[in-house]
């Protein structure tokens, strides 16, 4: 099965410094790549996916990702952090025989 | 109108008791899933079915058993719960067809505590 390794558990940035949060990924072929946000008492949504083509994909809120097939990478950038963006970020890695699995995520601190 | 629906949101209740936890989506997916998020905020997947038939089915004790009636709902079970089963359960689907194939919508969380 596919696997997910995001290695920074928390991360403090000021406002309006960039960000970039760290994914890899195990997955003997080419993965679904997602990018999903978790503020405090609340699902899941979606930031940002790569299913194919171009691998640099623009998700809300300003976010980016880009997949690096060499790396087996799927990091994601936001070139200015703003306070509503502290919150929990996990990287998902999905196969099309439906599963669909989660690293431990990446906790988002913002200095004022 | 709420995507994905999970209750109860909030349960406690004691050791060796039973529970369920229902979910029902109105997106028209086919594909649904339960996950369990532990105090560390770490998801694990526990059940996928698709068109009520079960798909993934992780190692996840006897104790919890999946019904999906209908494609549009997902119950979670859970006999004889353990202080270890107190987390976040989250029901998903995942569409499975067009262009966003894969994605999956989550319902807000069901936070069990077992004391």
């Known amino acids: 099965a596919q696997s997910v390794t995001q290695p920074d558990i928390h991360i403090t940035v000021s406002e309006g410094a960039s960000l970039e949060l760290r994914c890899n990924y195990s997955y003997g072929a080419t993965p679904y790549l997602f990018w999903y946000v978790q503020s405090p008492g609340q699902g899941l949504q979606l930031l940002l996916k790569?299913?194919?083509?171009?691998?640099l994909v623009q998700g809300i809120k300003g976010f980016e990702a880009e997949f690096k097939r060499s790396q087996s990478s799927f990091n994601l950038r936001k070139p200015s952090v703003h306070w509503s963006d502290a919150a929990e970020y996990f990287c998902?890695?999905?196969?099309?025989?439906?599963?669909?699995?989660f690293g431990a995520g990446t906790r988002l601190t913002v200095k004022p | 109108d709420t995507a994905v629906s999970q209750t109860p949101k909030y349960l406690v209740t004691q050791m060796g008791n039973d529970k369920s936890i229902k979910c029902e989506q109105n997106l028209g997916h086919d594909t649904m899933y339960w996950y369990k998020q532990d105090s560390k905020k770490f998801l694990k997947i526990m059940f996928s079915y698709n068109n009520k038939e079960l798909i993934i089915n992780e190692t996840v004790p006897n104790r919890f058993s999946p019904k999906s009636p209908d494609k549009a709902h997902l119950n979670l079970h859970i006999n004889s719960l353990e202080l270890g089963d107190s987390a976040v359960y989250f029901c998903a689907s995942r569409r499975d067809r067009g262009p966003n194939t894969g994605e999956l919508f989550f319902g807000e969380g069901s936070r069990l505590t077992v004391l």
């Open positions: 998902a890695v999905g196969a099309k025989a439906y599963d669909m699995r």
């Open positions: 790569y299913f194919s083509g171009d691998t």
